[in-house]
């Protein structure tokens, strides 16, 4: 395994450092990313002394921003955002909540939230209450509910279903999709009494 190498940043990195920080990074995400792009370079004495007025600006921009995310945090400890979608019968969405709907539902809400704060493991795909964590930095976190509500009752809702390219085939009216789920109710029902009556037994048998 390659031994991670030291760099100079010449900018700040989010989740990485401030401009003028030393860093240790693995050798492809240097040769990469960082140097390719000039966000850093390897140490020298001159460089380091160079960048001394600007690291000094950016640790009084980082102090000030944090406290405001404190703040913020602070706001947001009983924070709840409700989000409507559609979905079929067992509510399941008909495509999926991001980091990026959440951080527009906060933001509009007046919660400053980026996407990048937003710690999802996985996209939201059905209705219902979900914990999700706003994090900005290692200490810097919270969690919040986020609701996921049907854009109709599911009870009333007309029935939906998709063709083979994924595009929307929208029912009539609901009174079809209603005598629909009737008829395979009933079907259902017809299905398990049948294998619920024994079949009788010949004579001989």
């Given at each position: 395994?390659?031994?991670?190498?030291?760099?100079?940043?010449?900018?700040?990195?989010?989740?990485?450092?401030?401009?003028?920080?030393?860093?240790?990074?693995?050798?492809?995400?240097?040769?990469?990313?960082?140097?390719?792009?000039?966000?850093?370079?390897?140490?020298?004495?001159?460089?380091?002394?160079?960048?001394?007025?600007?690291?000094?600006?950016?640790?009084?921009?980082?102090?000030?921003?944090?406290?405001?995310?404190?703040?913020?945090?602070?706001?947001?400890?009983?924070?709840?955002?409700?989000?409507?979608?559609?979905?079929?019968?067992?509510?399941?969405?008909?495509?999926?909540?991001?980091?990026?709907?959440?951080?527009?539902?906060?933001?509009?809400?007046?919660?400053?939230?980026?996407?990048?704060?937003?710690?999802?493991?996985?996209?939201?795909?059905?209705?219902?209450?979900?914990?999700?964590?706003?994090?900005?930095?290692k200490e810097l976190r919270t969690d919040i509910a986020v609701i996921i509500e049907p854009d109709q009752?599911?009870e009333e809702r007309e029935e939906m279903e998709f063709d083979n390219e994924g595009n929307l085939i929208?029912?009539?009216?609901?009174?079809?999709?209603?005598?629909?789920?009737?008829?395979?109710?009933?079907?259902?029902?017809?299905?398990?009494?049948?294998?619920?009556?024994?079949?009788?037994?010949?004579?001989?048998?």
């Amino acid at each position: 395994m390659a031994k991670p190498i030291q760099l100079l940043l010449l900018k700040t990195i989010e989740n990485l450092g401030i401009v003028g920080d030393i860093v240790k990074v693995k050798p492809g995400y240097a040769r990469n990313y960082l140097v390719p792009h000039g966000f850093a370079e390897p140490p020298t004495k001159v460089k380091i002394e160079a960048l001394k007025e600007e690291r000094a600006r950016a640790e009084s921009e980082l102090n000030i921003l944090r406290k405001q995310r404190v703040v913020l945090l602070e706001r947001m400890m009983d924070v709840q955002v409700t989000l409507v979608r559609s979905c079929n019968d067992q509510g399941v969405l008909y495509g999926s909540v991001t980091q990026r709907d959440i951080s527009d539902a906060l933001i509009e809400a007046g919660y400053g939230v980026d996407t990048r704060s937003i710690r999802l493991h996985q996209p939201i795909r059905h209705i219902g209450p979900n914990e999700v964590t706003v994090q900005f930095e290692k200490e810097l976190r919270t969690d919040i509910a986020v609701i996921i509500e049907p854009d109709q009752p599911l009870e009333e809702r007309e029935e939906m279903e998709f063709d083979n390219e994924g595009n929307l085939i929208e029912k009539s009216s609901k009174e079809e999709a209603r005598a629909r789920r009737k008829e395979r109710k009933a079907e259902r029902e017809r299905q398990h009494e049948e294998e619920s009556d024994p079949k009788p037994v010949e004579a001989g048998a």
